[in-house]
């Protein structure tokens, strides 16, 4: 039987669209919503989120829940992503993910100045300095200056001599002169 190619149902044609309109309006937070930096991929839908809590005008962490609807969008979070987060009132530890903006949007929400400033200082960091390195001479020139225990080097016995059958070769120390 011959292959439909020309037309036929709806979700063929469906099929190849994708979402990404250029002039898809930008989602900004309501109330009981704010503004989040990934910091960390927790697994199971779940995501560690920094944002700054205005009632306690600090930054704060929380566990954020990426809800189904986001990955059928094929919204997918990841370390330093913004996203919009809802709040809880029955759960002061855990928010719900609405959405999540890929680069053009957020660039959007910085030229707008809709980012907090504290939120734009972490979302650089996104994981980049885990091993904190030292950036002061003087703290290299004590490391260095700590005497450092040597290794005692000990020979061990494990030559093993194999017979084959062949009488021994002799040396001599003026044939080892010789040569």
Known sequence: MPKNTVGGKKYKQ?????????NKPLLERE????????????????????????????????????RPGLKKKRQWA???????????????????????????????LKRKNILDSQLLNREGQGGEDEFGFLDNEDEDEEILEKPQKKK???????????DFGLPPI??????????
């Not at 503004?35 to 009632?55: H, M, P, Q």
């Not at 919009?84 to 660039?107: C, G, M, P, Q, W």
């Not at 002799?170 to 040569?179: R, Y």
């Open 14 to 22: 469906q099929k190849h669209k994708t979402d990404d309109l250029p």
């Open 31 to 66: 109330e009981g919503q704010e503004y989040a930096v990934v910091t960390k991929l927790l697994g199971n839908s779940r995501v560690s989120g920094l944002f700054y809590d205005r009632e306690l005008k600090k930054a704060r962490e929380i566990i954020c829940i990426l």
């Open 78 to 108: 990841k370390i330093g992503s913004i996203i919009l987060i809802s709040l809880r009132d029955f759960e002061k530890d855990k928010a719900d993910v609405l959405h999540v903006y890929n680069e053009e949007e957020t660039k959007k």
């Open 152 to 162: 005692e080097i000990r020979p061990k016995n494990n030559i093993s001599v194999q």
């Open 170 to 179: 002799e040396s001599s120390d003026d044939e080892l002169d010789n040569v």
